[in-house]
Nanobody, 121 residues
């Protein structure tokens, strides 16, 4: 599976962005897809994950209620809608895929290249 993340950019605090993770290569609906982020000088951290069919989702506490993960398997794409953005959301955001179930750990088989999100105060 090849993954390509896009949609990052510069936004003011309180604003919104929608990230996309486009996949190619295999049956996309067989894969759980997660979003992670890494801020400068910090470790990569879990943001959200969605099951293959889209029926199960899980969020980090820091983004719960502000971010929504969804997917369109017909388009082989997973989205991360980010609302009420805060400066502390600034990071490179990565999407990742695995076939073995939901996890918040970095134990994913495939990773996209990352997209920069910068939130100004």
């Amino acid at each position: 599976v090849q993954l390509q993340a896009s949609g990052g950019g510069l936004v003011q605090a309180g604003g919104s962005l929608r990230l996309s993770c486009a996949a190619s290569g295999r049956t996309f609906s067989n894969y759980y897809v997660g979003w992670f982020r890494q801020a400068p000088g910090k470790e990569r951290e879990f943001v959200a994950v969605i099951s293959g069919g889209g029926g199960s989702t899980y969020y980090a506490e820091s983004v719960k209620g502000r971010f929504t993960i969804s997917r369109d398997n017909a388009k082989n794409t997973v989205y991360l809608q980010m609302n009420s953005l805060k400066p502390e959301d600034t990071a490179v955001y990565y999407c990742a895929a695995r076939s073995r179930g939901i996890t918040i750990k970095n134990d994913y088989d495939y990773w996209g290249q990352g997209t920069q999100v910068t939130v100004s105060s």
